[in-house]
């Protein structure tokens, strides 16, 4: 994966609960509205070390706590360990929201880390101090939806990276049945086609924006730096038959729709519900 731009401690695992219940009746949760999806930064976040962005399930309500959304290697507490699922861990992080034209919009904090692994996708999910009605009205900042499916082979998609406030275009080249790397393995990962998405680090955690919905289709997380074998920074392909395939520059991204998955109807986190496809600790 690539590497965060500075160094974290190593942490322990908490137990889960989910997100704050919605209140009586409140209004939806304003989706993102940019005039190009994809071709601009709202809803982005820059972190200390990586990127990540202001996201919202299609059933959120206004009065839900906000969301940040990244990698789990960009976690404050170290990249977790192959088959280590974090949940319900406090946090204090902070993060940056970018306006459209990528100025920062000020700063927004967590207070529990939701779900973090590294373990079958890549990726770790923020509960925020402030609802979304809080931060539209004090950032003007709407969130960006997660996307209820996996994105097909062509379709056009972005990679917004709020750490470099730069973004890159390019299309789905294909879903790999499995990625390798190191002692991680990453299932149904999202391969870039490439020219296009040349990401580096410090592009981890950016949300993959599809450039038809605007919605997040997944999430950037590593590339092959040097055209090594299933090391650190070098991932591997892994096809339906455990044929390995290795490609120096090739560059990928996470699934997020899994979320969905194990969603309650008050939009917690519920790992223990039938078909949740989530990694459970």
Same mark, same amino acid.
């Given at each position: 994966? !690539? /590497?965060?731009?500075?160094?974290?401690?190593?942490?322990?695992?908490?137990?889960?609960?989910?997100?704050?219940?919605?209140?009586?009746? %409140?209004?939806?949760?304003? %989706?993102?509205?940019?005039?190009?999806? #994809?071709?601009? !930064?709202?809803?982005?976040?820059?972190?200390?070390?990586?990127?990540?962005?202001?996201? /919202?399930?299609?059933?959120?309500?206004?009065?839900?706590?906000?969301?940040?959304?990244?990698?789990?290697?960009?976690?404050?507490?170290? @990249?977790?360990?192959?088959?280590?699922?974090?949940?319900?861990?406090?946090?204090? /992080?902070? !993060?940056?929201?970018?306006?459209?034209?990528?100025?920062?919009?000020?700063?927004?904090?967590?207070? /529990?880390?939701?779900?973090?692994? @590294?373990?079958?996708?890549?990726?770790?999910?923020?509960?925020?101090?402030?609802?979304?009605?809080?931060?539209?009205?004090?950032?003007?900042?709407?969130?960006?939806?997660?996307?209820?499916?996996?994105?097909?082979?062509?379709?056009? @998609?972005?990679?917004?990276?709020?750490?470099?406030?730069?973004?890159?275009?390019?299309?789905?080249?294909?879903?790999?049945?499995?990625?390798?790397?190191?002692?991680?393995? @990453?299932?149904?990962?999202?391969?870039?086609?490439?020219? #296009?998405?040349?990401?580096?680090?410090?592009?981890?955690?950016? %949300?993959?924006?599809?450039?038809?919905?605007?919605?997040?289709?997944?999430?950037?997380?590593?590339?092959?730096?040097?055209?090594?074998?299933?090391?650190?920074?070098?991932?591997?392909?892994?096809?339906?038959?455990?044929?390995?395939?290795?490609?120096? #520059?090739?560059?990928?991204?996470?699934?997020?729709?899994?979320?969905?998955?194990?969603?309650?109807?008050?939009?917690?986190?519920?790992?223990?519900?039938? #078909?949740?496809?989530?990694?459970? %600790?």
């Amino acid at each position: 994966m !690539f /590497r965060p731009l500075f160094a974290v401690a190593a942490a322990a695992a908490l137990t889960l609960t989910g997100l704050s219940a919605a209140q009586a009746a %409140p209004a939806p949760a304003a %989706p993102a509205k940019v005039l190009a999806p #994809g071709g601009d !930064f709202t809803g982005i976040a820059a972190l200390s070390n990586c990127s990540g962005s202001l996201v /919202r399930f299609a059933s959120s309500v206004s009065t839900d706590p906000g969301l940040i959304l990244t990698n789990g290697h960009c976690y404050e507490g170290g @990249m977790p360990q192959p088959g280590v699922v974090l949940v319900d861990r406090s946090s204090t /992080r902070s !993060f940056t929201l970018l306006r459209p034209n990528s100025n920062n919009a000020g700063t927004v904090r967590a207070n /529990r880390v939701l779900y973090s692994t @590294m373990t079958k996708t890549d990726v770790t999910l923020y509960r925020l101090t402030e609802t979304y009605a809080a931060i539209q009205s004090r950032l003007g900042i709407p969130a960006l939806t997660l996307s209820q499916s996996a994105p097909a082979a062509g379709a056009g @998609m972005a990679v917004v990276s709020g750490y470099w406030k730069r973004i890159y275009t390019c299309s789905v080249q294909a879903t790999i049945p499995e990625l390798r790397e190191a002692g991680w393995v @990453m299932k149904s990962s999202i391969k870039y086609r490439q020219p #296009g998405c040349e990401t580096i680090g410090g592009t981890s955690g950016s %949300p993959i924006v599809s450039t038809s919905t605007g919605e997040v289709i997944g999430v950037n997380n590593t590339g092959n730096e040097d055209g090594a074998r299933c090391t650190l920074n070098n991932p591997c392909e892994v096809d339906a038959n455990g044929n390995i395939t290795v490609q120096k #520059g090739a560059a990928y991204g996470q699934q997020t729709w899994w979320f969905y998955t194990c969603l309650s109807a008050s939009r917690t986190i519920d790992l223990n519900k039938a #078909g949740c496809l989530l990694q459970k %600790p």
